[in-house]
């Protein structure tokens, strides 16, 4: 019956997420034999997935434009974060962690909490596509 589960998630789940599945099911068949509430195993032992799933990277500029656009389409204040944080170079944890001790629209300037606890400031990057 596992078997069967398994081959019909491979047909319609991305490789990553069957693996995640035969993972949980090991464990779980681990706990089952602790307990000793099982005999056999309830993961066939030959079980394997083939295939990893491509790696997500970012978009490149012209599809983030566009994505930006959409959003600000439909929500002006979201599609000027949006901006901003392309504009920025900024991850989006750095955008939700920006202060507003941290820009000065007179000095048109912004700092932001880099990773690691780098303070950036990001006017280099920003130009005059922001402010």
């Not at 989006?92 to 932001?112: M, P, Q, T, W, Y």
Request: charged share 25%; aromatic share 8%; proline share 5%.
């Amino acid at each position: 019956m596992t078997a069967e589960y398994l081959s019909e998630k491979a047909e319609t789940c991305t490789p990553d997420t069957v693996r995640t599945l035969l993972a949980t099911l090991k464990k779980l068949q681990e706990g089952l034999y602790v307990m000793n509430w099982i005999q056999e195993d309830i993961v066939p032992a030959e079980w394997q997935v083939i295939g990893r799933n491509p790696p997500r990277g970012p978009y490149v500029p012209d599809e983030a434009s566009a994505l930006q656009q959409w959003v600000e389409a439909r929500d002006a204040e979201l599609g000027q974060a949006l901006r901003f944080i392309l504009s920025s170079r900024a991850r989006i944890n750095e955008g939700l962690h920006l202060r507003a001790d941290k820009v000065s629209f007179v000095e048109k300037k912004v700092e932001l909490l880099r990773k690691g606890s780098n303070v950036d400031d990001v006017n280099r990057w920003i130009g005059q596509q922001f402010v």
